[in-house]
T-cell receptor
Framework: KAGVTQTPRYLIKTRGQQVTLSCSPI?????VSWYQQTPGQGLQFLFE???????NKGNFPGRFSGRQFSNSRSEMNVSTLELGDSALYLC????????????FGPGTRLTVL | GESVGLHLPTLSVQEGDNSIINCAYS??????FIWYKQESGKGPQFIID?????DKRQGQRVTVLLNKTVKHLSLQIAATQPGDSAVYFC????????????FGTGTKLQVIP
């Protein structure tokens, strides 16, 4: 079974631009979560989608948004990029029920110049 | 590889020895706990989980201990191997069908051959 895939793997943008990251979950997984990982703040939860609906959201500004499609693929968008948005963005998928293990993708490394 | 944390506490262990990685969690309402391993350039990988109605769970070479009284988790790795070198995160979750995992800051394990 293929794992979680994220595209692109690396991205360089400049301040003020916007960016869209993509995540394809494991087949059959309907929950997709996004995390931001930085050396200073560690792993922080952004949001979780299930059946095209955002079920949970972390404490990030409105510049961070996401969506999920009917095939469970998900995208996250960051508008008006700031230097501090430079990070590794991780996507994780899991089955529907609680206690289920999250499987992480390799991440997208975003650098904002 | 990518650095996942420049200021992480580091545990150095001789190959073959046992490792113990500790974690304090913050929310007394958390009822599901997970340990992840993250190698350089990769997303976190599930190691073992434990529910709040348990105080110990064993896997292959790993044991997780949960002390809810002091909100403390530990991960014990038996006969540590060079391949165990990575950053280890504990994570807590509050069930309700939603995946909103809160990660600890992480501990870097260095195995000395």
């Amino acid at each position: 079974k293929a794992g979680v895939t994220q595209t692109p793997r690396y991205l360089i943008k400049t301040r003020g631009q916007q960016v869209t990251l993509s995540c394809s979950p494991i087949s059959g997984h309907r929950s997709v979560s996004w995390y931001q990982q930085t050396p200073g703040q560690g792993l922080q939860f952004l949001f979780e989608y299930f059946s095209e609906t955002q079920r949970n959201k972390g404490n990030f500004p409105g510049r961070f948004s996401g969506r999920q499609f009917s095939n469970s693929r998900s995208e996250m968008n960051v508008s008006t990029l700031e230097l501090g948005d430079s990070a590794l963005y991780l996507c994780a998928s899991s089955l529907e029920t609680p206690y289920n293990e999250q499987f992480f993708g390799p991440g997208t490394r975003l650098t904002v110049l | 590889g990518e650095s996942v944390g420049l200021h992480l506490p580091t545990l150095s262990v001789q190959e073959g020895d046992n490792s113990i990685i500790n974690c304090a969690y913050s929310n007394s309402a958390s009822d599901y706990f997970i340990w992840y391993k993250q190698e350089s350039g990769k997303g976190p990988q599930f190691i073992i989980d434990i529910r709040s109605n348990m105080d110990k769970r064993q896997g292959q070479r790993v044991t997780v201990l949960l002390n809810k009284t002091v909100k403390h988790l530990s991960l014990q790795i038996a006969a540590t191997q060079p391949g165990d070198s990575a950053v280890y995160f504990c994570a807590e979750n509050i069930l309700g069908g939603y995946q909103k995992v809160t990660f600890g800051t992480g501990t870097k394990l260095q195995v000395i051959p």
